[in-house]
């Protein structure tokens, strides 16, 4: 609360920077904008950037930086017996963070008590430290960026370049998040691969990660063959996308082309609330409706089908992804210029002929970037497996069967009391990176593909 007020005030304070800096370049100008190199409006927003963003910079080095070093000055009051590592120290700082907050713990000694209210004072020392700090920024950045306003400074080339350095640092973020993600995928993985076999794990047939807690323990088999998951994966996938994809294309190939603008006002919206529906909603429909049906489907034509199926899965996910195929194809089909339409009617072409010859191959770079973030959707989809395929990892080509996804497994590895440091725990990352190959090969050939066609129509 205490950090949302002072960003509020920060924000005040800039407003009232805003308006005196464009008094001040008025001022300066004898009145007239004319006589100054930039607009005012640009002399008020070079204001607002020297009073808001070092305040604001700071604010986001102290909620990154502070908490640690609080909890570095209350554990080094504690005792030395209490100050080790350890399921101690964290209940003892979980009563003492209760302290704090107001609320009361019965069980809370005097060590707590003292170390809460040292906790209290630290906490209001820093945001009273904090917030001289912005105000002294805030006002001296703008005092700083009040005196450089002149005739000939160039506040616009100033404001300018203080949004490329945001804009960069936001992109810098991005760059960063991601090679985060890579680096703590590839370190776990390898971690894992010290203790597993790399030709195991891609080509073991047999899933069956359950290590041994303790040297007498019995039925834990600890067999890493991923195949099994790999193949569920783009079974349940495959048949996502066999129902999404047509359904999809066609869907907005008529809302593009055919449908009338109130037809298209009416289905484009009810076709996107498939899109907003949670997705344990699809989870329950499919194991309570999609399943049953398919199983009595099959018990009439003799077939052997299991309660859990990939076919059932693959049928309601291939439903909740149809949104995502037709709204991106129905945009990018409706960004085709206009033009070519004309051109190709004019020469005769009628109007089937003309989506299939000109509308559709150059509007084709959309379409697959529609069906890979549909291929995506499909791949990471997690609940919908969980209730309606099951947790077999079942190496089979068969639909009616029972599968498993490598996404599921993975949840079902982090779960539990398993330590950290196993196999078992560190095979959840091993999957994480090679899902995350994948996906960047499947990138690569969408983008090929997309370049390859789009060199026809530029």
Same mark, same amino acid.
């Given at each position: /609360?205490?950090i949302?007020?002072?960003?509020a005030?920060?924000?005040?304070?800039?407003?009232?920077?805003?308006?005196?800096?464009?008094k001040?370049?008025?001022?300066v100008? *004898?009145?007239?904008?004319r006589?100054?190199?930039?607009?005012p409006? @640009?002399?008020?927003?070079?204001?607002?950037?020297?009073?808001?963003?070092?305040a604001?910079?700071?604010?986001?080095? @102290?909620?990154?930086?502070?908490?640690?070093l609080?909890?570095?000055?209350?554990?080094?009051?504690?005792?030395?017996?209490?100050?080790?590592?350890?399921?101690?120290?964290?209940?003892?700082?979980?009563?003492?963070?209760?302290?704090?907050?107001?609320d009361?713990?019965s069980?809370? *000694?005097?060590?707590?008590?003292?170390?809460?209210?040292?906790?209290?004072?630290?906490?209001?020392?820093? %945001?009273? *430290?904090?917030?001289?700090?912005?105000?002294?920024?805030?006002v001296?950045?703008?005092?700083?960026?009040?005196?450089?306003?002149?005739?000939?400074?160039?506040?616009i080339?100033?404001?300018?370049?203080a949004?490329?350095?945001?804009?960069?640092?936001?992109?810098?973020?991005?760059?960063?998040?991601?090679?985060?993600?890579?680096?703590?995928?590839?370190?776990?993985?390898?971690?894992?691969?010290?203790?597993?076999?790399?030709?195991?794990?891609l080509?073991?047939?047999e899933?069956?990660?359950?290590?041994?807690?303790?040297?007498?323990?019995?039925?834990?088999?600890?067999?890493?063959?991923?195949?099994?998951?790999?193949a569920?994966?783009?079974?349940?996938?495959?048949?996502?996308?066999?129902?999404?994809?047509?359904?999809?294309?066609?869907?907005a190939?008529?809302?593009a082309?055919?449908?009338k603008?109130?037809t298209?006002? %009416?289905?484009?919206?009810?076709?996107e609330?498939?899109?907003?529906?949670?997705?344990?909603? @699809?989870?329950?429909?499919?194991?309570?409706?999609?399943?049953?049906?398919?199983? *009595?489907?099959?018990?009439?034509?003799?077939?052997d089908?299991?309660?859990?199926?990939? %076919?059932?899965?693959?049928?309601?996910?291939?439903? /909740?992804?149809?949104?995502?195929?037709?709204?991106?194809s129905?945009?990018?089909?409706?960004?085709?210029?206009?033009?070519l339409?004309?051109?190709?009617?004019?020469?005769?072409?009628?109007?089937?002929?003309?989506?299939?010859?000109?509308?559709?191959?150059?509007?084709?770079?959309?379409?697959?970037?529609?069906?890979?973030?549909?291929?995506?959707?499909?791949?990471?989809?997690?609940?919908?497996?969980? %209730?309606?395929?099951?947790?077999?990892?079942?190496?089979?080509?068969?639909?009616?069967?029972?599968?498993?996804?490598?996404?599921?497994?993975?949840?079902?590895?982090?779960?539990?009391?398993?330590?950290?440091?196993?196999?078992?725990?560190?095979?959840a990352?091993?999957?994480?990176?090679?899902l995350?190959?994948?996906?960047?090969?499947?990138?690569?050939?969408?983008l090929?593909?997309?370049?390859?066609?789009?060199?026809? @129509?530029?």
């Amino acid at each position: /609360m205490f950090i949302i007020l002072l960003i509020a005030f920060l924000l005040v304070l800039s407003s009232v920077a805003y308006r005196v800096g464009v008094k001040r370049a008025l001022s300066v100008g *004898g009145g007239s904008a004319r006589a100054l190199h930039s607009l005012p409006a @640009y002399h008020g927003l070079y204001m607002v950037c020297w009073g808001l963003l070092p305040a604001l910079a700071l604010i986001v080095v @102290y909620l990154s930086v502070a908490p640690t070093l609080i909890e570095r000055t209350i554990v080094a009051s504690l005792p030395l017996e209490l100050q080790a590592e350890g399921p101690q120290r964290e209940l003892l700082l979980s009563d003492i963070e209760s302290l704090a907050v107001g609320d009361v713990a019965s069980q809370a *000694g005097e060590v707590a008590r003292q170390a809460a209210e040292l906790l209290k004072s630290v906490r209001h020392r820093s %945001m009273m *430290g904090l917030a001289a700090i912005c105000l002294v920024l805030g006002v001296g950045g703008a005092a700083f960026a009040h005196r450089r306003i002149e005739l000939q400074a160039p506040a616009i080339h100033r404001v300018e370049g203080a949004v490329k350095a945001l804009l960069f640092l936001a992109s810098l973020v991005a760059v960063v998040t991601t090679l985060g993600i890579v680096l703590s995928l590839v370190f776990e993985a390898f971690r894992f691969f010290g203790k597993v076999s790399v030709v195991e794990f891609l080509c073991g047939r047999e899933w069956s990660p359950q290590t041994a807690l303790r040297a007498d323990q019995v039925g834990s088999s600890g067999t890493f063959g991923a195949v099994p998951l790999f193949a569920g994966t783009l079974l349940i996938s495959g048949i996502a996308m066999l129902v999404a994809a047509p359904i999809g294309l066609l869907s907005a190939f008529y809302m593009a082309e055919y449908a009338k603008p109130r037809t298209r006002s %009416m289905l484009k919206p009810l076709l996107e609330i498939l899109a907003g529906i949670p997705t344990v909603v @699809y989870g329950f429909f499919a194991a309570l409706t999609v399943a049953p049906a398919i199983r *009595g489907w099959g018990e009439q034509w003799g077939l052997d089908v299991a309660s859990e199926s990939a %076919m059932a899965a693959g049928l309601v996910m291939g439903v /909740m992804i149809i949104p995502f195929v037709s709204s991106i194809s129905d945009d990018v089909i409706s960004a085709v210029p206009q033009g070519l339409r004309q051109a190709s009617l004019g020469l005769g072409a009628t109007r089937s002929e003309t989506i299939r010859r000109v509308v559709f191959p150059a509007a084709l770079p959309g379409i697959v970037g529609g069906l890979l973030l549909a291929v995506s959707r499909a791949i990471g989809e997690t609940m919908i497996v969980t %209730m309606a395929a099951g947790l077999t990892a079942n190496l089979t080509a068969n639909p009616l069967e029972a599968v498993t996804t490598v996404t599921v497994q993975i949840v079902t590895l982090l779960v539990g009391d398993q330590e950290f440091d196993s196999a078992k725990t560190l095979a959840a990352f091993a999957l994480g990176l090679m899902l995350f190959l994948v996906t960047l090969i499947f990138n690569v050939i969408a983008l090929t593909v997309v370049r390859r066609y789009r060199e026809q @129509y530029d």
